[in-house]
């Protein structure tokens, strides 16, 4: 039953991943933006998510934090990051776009934020055929 469970929101669990990644990343644009040199990143996340979920073979993987925690084996992303090329040359050798950054931050937002909707709705429909007529 577990299993069956695991499978059903494996593919959310990525995408969720995914995006959480690429925030971090254009967050670290947006933070470096005044830093000379910094080259902005970033990855293509519709073709890392078809490489993760061609990845799947089992059920979700957790990462421990602690030595505590249950022994899973870990499920880290390892993204292909590639560096922007920027629209204009700056002086000092950053190539952080801020208006593209934001708008590529704002969009991961709001995918994530749907992202996490959806899933709440599968959990919900899920629990709702788990549970018996009344």
Same mark, same amino acid.
């Given at each position: 039953?577990?299993?069956?469970?695991?499978?059903?929101?494996?593919?959310?669990?990525?995408?969720?991943?995914? @995006?959480?990644?690429? %925030?971090?990343? +254009?967050? !670290? /644009?947006?933070?470096?933006? &005044?830093?000379?040199?910094?080259?902005?990143? *970033?990855?293509?996340?519709?073709?890392?998510?078809?490489?993760?979920?061609?990845?799947?073979?089992?059920?979700?993987?957790?990462?421990?934090?602690?030595?505590?925690?249950?022994?899973?084996?870990?499920?880290?992303?390892?993204?292909?990051?590639?560096? @922007?090329?920027?629209? %204009?040359?700056? +002086?000092? !050798? /950053?190539?952080?776009?801020? &208006?593209?950054?934001?708008?590529?931050?704002? *969009?991961?937002?709001?995918?994530?934020?749907?992202?996490?909707?959806?899933?709440?709705?599968?959990?919900?429909?899920?629990?709702?055929?788990?549970?018996?007529?009344?």
């Amino acid at each position: 039953m577990i299993d069956k469970l695991t499978s059903a929101l494996q593919f959310q669990q990525q995408t969720l991943a995914l @995006r959480q990644q690429r %925030q971090e990343t +254009l967050a !670290g /644009n947006i933070a470096n933006a &005044d830093t000379p040199n910094y080259k902005a990143r *970033d990855f293509d996340f519709s073709q890392e998510l078809k490489r993760a979920t061609a990845q799947q073979s089992g059920p979700v993987k957790l990462a421990t934090t602690h030595a505590g925690h249950m022994q899973l084996s870990a499920s880290n992303t390892a993204v292909d990051m590639k560096y @922007r090329v920027p629209a %204009q040359n700056r +002086l000092d !050798g /950053n190539t952080v776009d801020m &208006d593209m950054e934001r708008a590529q931050f704002l *969009d991961n937002s709001l995918r994530y934020q749907a992202d996490i909707q959806f899933l709440d709705d599968r959990i919900s429909g899920l629990k709702k055929a788990m549970q018996p007529e009344q």
